[in-house]
């Protein structure tokens, strides 16, 4: 059965049916076509970028579906939207599960996610020492990942 991060890609497909039902969107083929791509590929992409991919096999398919499918798939608690420095929002894959942080690449622009054990420790434990109850966060590191961080040692 295939599987996405944060989960089965058909229970996830199955949640946001639910979703546009209960909301009175209708399920469609191009709709269809897009969460499949989108929970497939696992990354953070661009309305652009997910327009691009899913234009080569379905050109009936346009960029304001795309847009408004993805903006579906954040208000489903399927995807977030995520603004990273250079101001394009992206969307990710995710569930209540869910938690990680980014490495950004202020140069290339990759983004690298990782999870920390010891670092969402220290959080609590700072925001303890405030009195403050954290519901939620996102840690962004900008720097330069290896091959551009290697280009700038040479220069």
């Known amino acids: 059965m295939p599987q996405t991060k944060g989960g089965n890609t058909i229970d996830r497909k199955e949640k946001l049916k639910a979703f ?13 076509i897009i969460a499949d791509e989108f929970l497939k590929s696992g990354e953070h992409i661009t309305a652009e970028e997910m327009y691009k991919k899913v234009s080569r096999k379905h050109r009936d398919i346009g960029f304001t579906t ?15 939207e995520r603004v990273f420095a250079d101001n394009l929002t992206r969307y990710e894959p995710l569930s209540a599960e869910d938690h990680h942080d980014h490495l ?3 140069n290339c622009g990759s983004i690298t996610e990782f999870e920390d054990l010891k670092l969402e420790r220290l959080q609590e434990k700072i925001a303890g020492e405030f009195g403050f109850r954290i519901v939620t966060h996102k840690m962004e590191f ?8 290697e280009r700038q040692r040479k220069k």
Request: glycine content about 10%; aromatic content about 10%; charged content about 25%.
């Open 66 to 80: 795309v847009y408004r499918t993805l903006k579906l798939l954040a208000k489903s608690g399927l995807a977030t």
């Open 104 to 106: 950004i690449c202020i």
């Open 142 to 149: 900008y720097g330069y990942c290896n091959v551009c961080g």
């Open 20 to 32: 546009l039902k209960q909301r009175g969107f209708k399920s469609t083929r191009q709709r269809d």
